[in-house]
């Protein structure tokens, strides 16, 4: 059984006196335990909107949403809080995620207290415990947001994601605000967590290379319709939709680059 | 070969800062020849901007020291006087910076902002060299764009029109600050082609700074690989990206994902961060972070050593050329 299953999904914004914008117009797909999506698509695709829409931030308009066997529309009450729990999100803007006003130790017992995750006593070896799967020192505990680098940011993100001990984790452009060196640590801590936890993960990139990098499957995204999907390597080495091959041609990759100017 | 455009000879930019003196950049020399695309390259925190603002004395405080020659055809605007110095600024060189959307007045409609950098046109024909400025940079609509303000138009259309005010005046030297960092690939591309383009027509030069090496790779003919305020490495584009000598430079290469890159392959980071320029390491600055460091690297200051013709690297490791 699929862990994810999207069928035919809708998304519109209607504002009163102006045509209804549909971001996302019938999106299907599913997604089994531990495997990885790539999502691509330039700015305005409605990459995001389906991403907002899968942790519940944005009603669908139509479509229905399936998680481990149960449509989400259906849950009850208590139901859909264990899905917003399972179903957890990364976001670009690292360190505008995290309260600027709560330490990193504040941040992570917050989650853990509220989620009633662990009893109070236990908290703080819970708190080690995720610092030290996404690769923080304790040292950080006792910063703000603003007094760490951008890329610890994003690891207390996920270590923020990782408290509620999701199945799947939805990262929405994790690394494009990051420095290229600060960029490779965090892919490869998304691809471990995958591989250590058993993870599923959305990624959402507009960088083909990163999802080729870490995702098994990847979906091209146009107007707010997939227009191609399938296996990572196979859509980017021979893909077969216009748009997408369009998107290789933009991707500034050093090793294409350097083979045309005949290196 | 004629006197370059730009020649920068060791130019070291000094703040004071709670009675302390940090140099965050430090002895960089670099040339552009007229109509030739330049790259530096580096990580957040490595000098790149500084440098570059500096070439027209802008830097962030009046405070800073500059110290060393810039040679803009043929005069060092380190020592020219505020008139003169404005003469430069947009004529003889011209910025395009990172954020657009910070970079225009947001109060004020496009052609105003275009036309304040059209001093020399009576007004009455400010209206339509704006319009046929912004032309040329390809934006749809132009009419209709030189009327808006700012956040009508989009992250890729905002950064035309600070393109459109860097022309006006045809500068010699485009200096392009991360220009496409905000921007997804797609209208990435556009903007860098758009560049090209225009930079051809003109014959304009262009300094890129970036810290993505893809875009190196595929457009710039010389780069200047830069590290703690110094400059590491620099060649021609093919020479430094297919057989780079600087350990920093192979780290940066290595941390790119590639299309070609068998999947599930980790990708290679660098450990650690870029020091502070308040505490720049004593002897080689990467030797902290480098695999290959010995005991010398972490007392003495490597040399530039030439490595092969005109590709030069900062590393004790590096073969130094026997011709």
């Known amino acids: 059984m699929p862990l994810l299953t999207v069928q035919d999904l809708y998304v519109t914004y209607r504002t009163p006196g102006q045509p209804p914008v549909r971001a996302v117009c019938g999106v299907s797909f599913s997604l089994a335990a531990g495997e990885s999506l790539g999502i691509v698509g330039e700015s305005g695709c409605g990459k995001s909107s389906l991403a907002r829409t899968l942790i519940g931030l944005q009603p669908a308009s139509a479509g229905t949403l399936t998680f481990e066997g149960q449509a989400v529309d259906r849950l009850s009450r208590q139901g859909f809080r264990d899905y917003r729990r399972a179903v957890q999100m990364v976001f670009q803007d690292a360190t505008g995620s995290l309260n600027p006003r709560m330490t990193v130790r ?42 760490i680098s951008g890329g610890q940011c994003q690891r207390v993100s996920f270590a923020r994601c990782l408290a509620l001990e999701p199945r799947l984790i939805i990262a929405d452009e994790p690394v494009s605000a990051l420095d290229v060196s600060v960029q ?75 083979q045309r100017r005949g290196v | 070969m004629s006197p370059p455009l730009l020649q920068v000879d060791r130019l070291s930019v000094t703040f004071r800062r709670d009675g302390m003196l940090t140099t965050p950049v430090r002895d960089v020399s670099l040339t552009v020849q007229a109509g030739e695309r330049v790259a530096v390259v580096g990580e957040s925190g490595c000098g790149k901007s500084l440098t570059a603002l500096s070439l027209t004395r802008l830097s962030p405080t009046d405070r800073a020291r500059l110290q060393g020659r810039v040679l803009f055809d043929g005069t060092d605007t380190l020592t020219l006087s505020p008139d003169a110095l404005t003469r430069i600024r947009g004529r003889g060189i011209a910025y395009v910076f990172q954020d657009p959307s910070a970079s225009l007045n947001p109060v004020m409609r496009v052609h105003d902002q275009i036309a304040e950098c059209l001093p020399d046109l009576p007004c009455a024909e400010r209206r339509e060299a704006c319009v046929e400025l912004l032309t040329r940079t390809g934006l749809p609509d132009p009419s209709r764009a030189a009327r808006a303000f700012p956040c009508e138009l989009s992250g890729g259309q905002q950064q035309r029109v600070m393109l459109a005010m860097a022309l006006a005046a045809r500068p010699k030297l485009l200096v392009a600050d991360e220009p496409t960092t905000a921007l997804d690939v797609t209208t990435q591309r556009q903007v860098l082609d758009l560049i090209d383009t225009l930079a051809d027509a003109d014959g304009m030069a262009v300094l890129l700074i970036t810290h ?52 599930n392959a980790p990708l290679q980071d660098i450990p650690g961060t870029v020091p502070s320029p308040d505490a720049w390491p004593v002897g080689c600055a990467f030797a902290p972070r480098c695999v290959q460091a010995d005991a010398r690297c972490h007392t003495e200051q490597p040399p530039e050593i030439d490595s092969a013709d005109s590709h030069r690297s900062r590393c004790w490791h590096t073969q130094p050329c026997h011709s």
């Open chain 1, 106 to 147: 504040q941040t992570l017992h917050e989650v853990l207290r509220v989620h009633r995750m662990r009893p109070a006593a236990a908290i703080p070896q819970r708190v080690d415990e995720l610092l030290d799967l996404v690769g923080l020192p304790t040292t950080v505990l006792d910063a703000f947001p603003r007094e």
């Open chain 1, 184 to 258: 490779a640590r965090i892919l490869n801590l998304v691809r471990s967590l995958q591989q250590r936890l058993g993870l599923s993960i959305i990624l959402i990139s507009h960088d083909l290379a990163v999802v080729r990098n870490i995702c098994d499957r990847v979906a091209v995204m146009h107007d707010g319709v997939f227009v191609e999907t399938g296996i990572a390597a196979d859509v980017l080495d021979a893909p077969r939709h216009a748009y997408t091959r369009t998107l290789l041609e933009a991707v500034p990759d050093v090793g294409r680059a350097l």
């Open chain 2, 212 to 263: 993505n090496l893809g875009l190196v790779a595929g457009r710039m003919t010389r780069v200047y690989v830069m590290y703690a305020g110094q400059v590491v490495e620099s060649g021609a584009v093919t020479d430094v990206l297919s057989n780079p000598r600087h350990p920093y430079t192979r780290g940066l290469l290595a941390a790119v994902p590639m299309l070609d890159a068998p999947r």
